[in-house]
């Protein structure tokens, strides 16, 4: 009887082993502008559903993109809609759902200031083409009377990477300066004396240790960071603060807009009143035919990611959440997938 328990016994935990390792494990990839977001998320939703394991890495929205189109991830993480060329190497059409919305900052260390500093889009455009090259310059000065702007040399930190962020922020820079179009992407050519670093927590990283730096990042790593980070004017001359309020209104009235591009639509520059005016989606792209188990994994995930529990949860850390008449199309194109 001994020996037949321990028979059982083992006979028993070889199909649990075999039933754990033959569970899905969905991988993704990209965006660190949502990598904060999706951690939380994969988080929270495991402790939900322990079925499966979902893992995501941030790399940059170009790199988690192109490892989609390789195959080596399950869905990618993007700031940036596919490009039409990138759309044409895809095994079949790639769905963009919003997860997500998002500001990226134009944040300083600029020692003494007593405000934040106030900066508007042609302003930033110099900054950043290398055309302003100190502080205390006339047209900074003219924004900030009440400030006394240092005599300080302007470094400016950007991107390495293949990134949405860089994306989002050089499309926004395209329509408010004509030295920017046609110059804009996810990656840049920057003028001989930037700073590059990977990723958004990088580009934190650059700013934070250089006095006089100044660069873009997704709000989150300048909350989390400390940095302090400008008030930028938008289209109805506001200077405006980066926060989920903000976004959310540059977002208002867009559903028709998002079903006619399927949802890949750009909220930078908005005319809105009191919107932010660096605002953006984030994508989760993800195949709209999969093999059966592991896309129901992906849907399963995608749907509770656009559910009232998880928006609250990007809310919670400063990202902005999805509008419920876009989510609820997002939802409708999620049920879509066909599972082969």
């Not at 769905?95 to 889009?121: F, T």
């Amino acid at each position: 009887m001994h020996r037949f328990l321990i028979t059982l016994l083992t006979v028993l935990g070889l199909f649990s082993s075999i039933n754990a390792s033959a569970a899905p494990s969905i991988n993704g990839a990209g965006s660190t502008f949502a990598e904060p977001i999706y951690t939380r998320w994969m988080s929270d939703f495991q402790k939900k559903d322990g079925t499966t394991q979902y893992n995501y890495q941030g790399i940059g929205s170009g790199a988690g993109i192109r490892q989609l189109l390789e195959g080596t991830v399950d869905f990618a993480g993007s700031d940036d809609p596919m490009s039409e060329k990138d759309a044409a190497k895809a095994k079949s059409e790639v769905l963009h759902i919003p997860v997500a919305m998002g500001a990226v900052v134009v944040s300083y260390n600029v020692p003494g200031l007593k405000k934040p500093l106030r900066l508007s889009g042609p302003v930033i455009a110099k900054i950043f083409n290398g055309g302003i090259k100190k502080w205390n310059d006339a047209e900074i000065a003219k924004l900030n009377p009440s400030e006394k702007m240092p005599d300080l040399a302007i470094t400016v930190a950007t991107r390495a990477d293949g990134s949405g962020t860089t994306a989002v922020f050089t499309e926004y820079l395209a329509k408010v300066s004509p030295d920017w179009v046609g110059k804009n992407g996810k990656t840049v050519n920057w003028f001989i004396g930037s700073l590059g670093a990977k990723g958004n927590a990088g580009v934190a990283g650059l700013i934070s240790q250089n006095p006089g730096a100044v660069g873009y990042v997704e709000l989150l790593y300048a909350t989390e960071n400390k940095l302090a980070f400008a008030l930028v004017e938008n289209k109805k001359n506001q200077f405006v603060e980066a926060s989920a309020k903000s976004v959310m209104v540059a977002a208002e009235g867009l559903q028709k807009e998002a079903l006619e591009k399927k949802f890949k639509i750009s909220l930078t520059d908005s005319d809105r009143k009191g919107a932010y005016p660096i605002s953006s989606f984030t994508w989760m792209l993800i195949y709209s035919q999969m093999p059966k188990e592991k896309g129901q994994a992906i849907e399963k995930f995608a749907k509770w990611v656009l559910s009232e529990e998880a928006q609250k949860t990007a809310l919670s850390v400063h990202y902005a959440p999805v509008p419920k008449d876009i989510r609820a199309a997002a939802l409708k194109a999620i049920g879509e997938i066909k599972l082969n």
